[in-house]
């Protein structure tokens, strides 16, 4: 497992210094923009962490068991990593809240890393909510990647398609979640993506055993 | 095809790899006492699975042909020029003098003529060589 | 003393056809085992569940004692060259290069020598920083052949490695097995279907036609197995007498007929003084006749131990 980890690190370029390169970016634009853009910025870091993952899977899985790691190894490895990169990114993300915070949005009332619900308590809390968030969103690019893999891209459409139905199920048997969600604070929302991020790391786990290259 | 140092397709290889050997040997190539190339040098050489060459050292082996020294290697056993030669000549009749005869019946030369004929060729030659 | 690769009523169904159709086989720990057969008859389904790539339909399969599907002790020690490897690869980010695969590959097999592998690049002329996506078929090969034997590992199995390359570039790869072979003995299975040019590395060899093994046998013992007899047609049907026909031509009063079964030095003298021509079937004839085998097939078969 620890040998997939260093395999899917072997430029480590890539799973560093990218998501960090991202990062500075959206805040640059998010200075230049001036005034409440909270929450396009890090929404790009979100997306590049599901790309991420959905790459680590989908491109990466073929060479890796020629080097003949297990798939299970793999998928392990791999979702280790992102959710190690999720726990620092988580961090550096509150780091620059508490930098925000105390120059009061950059001198420019600029509230990039900050948003009413989400990431408005203490530097604890936003760490958790940032790692939470990414890890699932990784995990969940790794699951696409892997039901690509296995079943191409009408499996990719069937999955997406299931996806639709279930949130239309719940939607049906909720009515209120769409308010309910957003009634939520800080930290139940962070709790309910866990769960989600529970259900994706099962997933794609139980998808990857008979994935075939 | 690929040219293997003149190996054929006819024949399993150990054996030829065998032949080759004692030829060697019994041209005098390889002296007695002198250490026979080892089973990867002649892999290598011919180009061939190292499992199928030391089978044809094997064959010279199992015929008291080759003397194994632990450690070291395979070396050309005393006296066994001599075998060979011996051999080479107990087949010469089969080999050489039989096909002779068959061709020289086939075309209508009778024994007579066939002997005028390498009496021929052997003077021919022997004055070359002088 | 345990066999390197034991498959035993292997079946492999896909929903159109049947890949493989209850394989038996056995090979043996450090040996080179020839995997033959026509395109489409196989050998890469065989070798893609020996890597635990691809799983089975039924039937058991062992390599190096276990199953080795989903098992990191076994697939640790095992490495597959495929002519079709797919690599990692990004869109506009900086480029995976020949370098970084072999480096992830030196993470993964603890035989591993860096050292034989930039001597191998260097055979083949490929540059280390070059992008694996920018690569000619040819040089996939060889960076493919380049893991396979830089990693040393116990088993070794080739997929018709050598796509794209050159007789030149293929007789360096031969020529490269062999001195491995000899410096760090393996198991080594070769698929080909250049089989001429491979078949003297071979210790046994495997035919496979259609999914089913038709041939399991010592290389080296089918030289000579078969033979294409011709002349006349009298001379020809006297001499093949009692002995397994495959096919049979004629022309006139010229016939010509393939033997199985090797010949004496009585046999050819007796040939020659029937006026016949005796030419010996290469392996790679005799496998393209694979699927007409009927006779004689059965005497073909015997086994080096394993």
């Not at chain 1, 959206?26 to 929450?39: I, L, N, Q, S």
């Not at chain 1, 809240?97 to 009413?116: K, M, N, Y």
């Not at chain 3, 209850?22 to 893609?48: P, Q, S, W």
């Not at chain 3, 049907?237 to 010509?256: H, I, K, M, N, Y």
Request: contains cysteine; proline residues 4%; hydrophobic residues 45%.
């Amino acid at each position: 497992m620890i040998r997939v980890a260093r395999y899917q690190l072997t430029r480590p370029v890539l799973f560093v210094a990218l998501p960090l390169a991202t990062l500075a970016c959206v805040f640059a634009v998010d200075v230049g923009r001036g005034g409440d853009t909270f929450r396009g910025g890090l929404a790009v870091v979100l997306l590049m962490f599901f790309v991420t993952g959905l790459q680590r899977t989908g491109r990466w899985l073929p060479f890796g068991l020629a080097l003949g790691a297990t798939r299970r190894s793999f998928y392990a490895g791999t979702a280790l990593l992102g959710v190690s990169m999720s726990l620092l990114y988580g961090l550096v993300i509150a780091g620059l809240q508490a930098i925000e915070r105390a120059t009061d949005g950059w001198g420019l009332s600029v509230t990039c890393f900050r948003s009413p619900h989400l990431l408005n308590g203490p530097w604890y809390a936003t760490w958790l909510t940032s790692f939470v968030g990414l890890s699932a969103l990784f995990l969940y690019g790794m699951w696409f990647g892997i039901v690509n893999r296995r079943w191409g891209m009408l499996g990719l459409i069937a999955f997406i398609a299931l996806q639709v139905l279930v949130g239309l199920a719940v939607m049906f048997a909720y009515p209120n979640v769409g308010g309910h969600l957003d009634s939520l604070d800080g930290l139940d929302l962070t709790g309910v993506t866990a769960a989600l991020a529970v259900v994706f790391l099962a997933g794609g786990h139980a998808t990857v055993r008979r994935v075939t290259v | 095809m690929r040219e293997m140092a003149g190996l054929d397709e006819g024949t399993p290889l150990f054996a030829q790899v065998a032949e080759r050997l004692a030829a060697e040997i019994a041209d005098g190539g390889l002296a007695e006492g002198e250490r026979v190339p080892s089973t990867n040098e002649l892999a290598a050489f011919y180009r061939i699975n190292p499992a199928t060459a030391a089978k044809g050292i094997n064959v010279l082996a199992d015929e008291g042909l080759l003397d194994k020294r632990r450690g070291i290697g395979m070396f050309v056993a005393a006296g066994s020029r001599a075998t060979l030669l011996a051999r080479r000549r107990a087949g010469f009749t089969e080999r050489y003098v039989e096909p002779l005869l068959t061709e020289a019946t086939r075309l209508g030369i009778g024994s007579e003529e066939l002997i005028a004929l390498i009496k021929e060729c052997s003077d021919e030659r022997r004055g070359v060589a002088v | 003393m345990t066999p390197a690769v034991s498959v035993t009523g292997l079946t492999r169904r896909y929903p159109d056809h049947v890949a493989l159709d209850d394989v038996h086989l056995t090979i043996g720990t450090e040996t080179i085992t020839g995997l033959l057969g026509r395109n489409g008859a196989g050998k890469t389904t065989l070798l893609r569940i020996l890597a635990g790539q691809e799983f089975p339909s039924s039937g058991s399969v062992h390599v190096l004692g276990s199953p080795p599907a989903e098992n990191e002790n076994v697939l640790r020690r095992l490495v597959l060259v495929r002519e079709d490897q797919e690599y990692p690869d990004y869109q506009g980010y900086p480029d995976f290069k020949v370098s970084h695969a072999l480096r992830a590959a030196s993470f993964c097999y603890q035989n591993w020598d860096a050292g034989l592998a930039s001597s191998l690049l260097e055979d083949f002329g490929l540059r280390a920083n070059k992008a694996v996506k920018s690569l000619s078929r040819g040089q996939r090969s060889a960076l493919g052949i380049t893991i396979g034997l830089a990693a040393r590992a116990e088993v070794t199995l080739f997929d018709e490695p050598y796509a794209g390359l050159d007789a030149v570039a293929r007789q360096v790869f031969y020529d490269r097995l062999l001195a491995e072979y000899a410096d760090f003995p393996r198991t080594v299975v070769l698929s080909t279907h250049l089989i001429d040019e491979a078949a003297a590395l071979f210790e046994n060899v495997v035919v496979i036609d259609r999914g089913r093994v038709v041939l399991d046998a010592a290389a080296d013992g089918l030289r000579g197995m078969v033979t294409a007899v011709s002349g006349p047609v009298l001379a020809v049907d006297s001499f093949t007498q009692g002995r397994p026909v495959w096919e049979r031509r004629g022309l006139g009063s010229q016939a010509s007929v393939v033997m199985v079964g090797q010949l004496s030095g009585e046999d050819r003298e007796r040939a020659r003084s029937l006026g016949l021509d005796l030419a010996p079937l290469s392996l790679q004839q005799l496998v393209a006749r694979a699927p007409g085998w009927a006779v004689g097939a059965g005497s073909l078969t015997e086994r080096t131990s394993v």
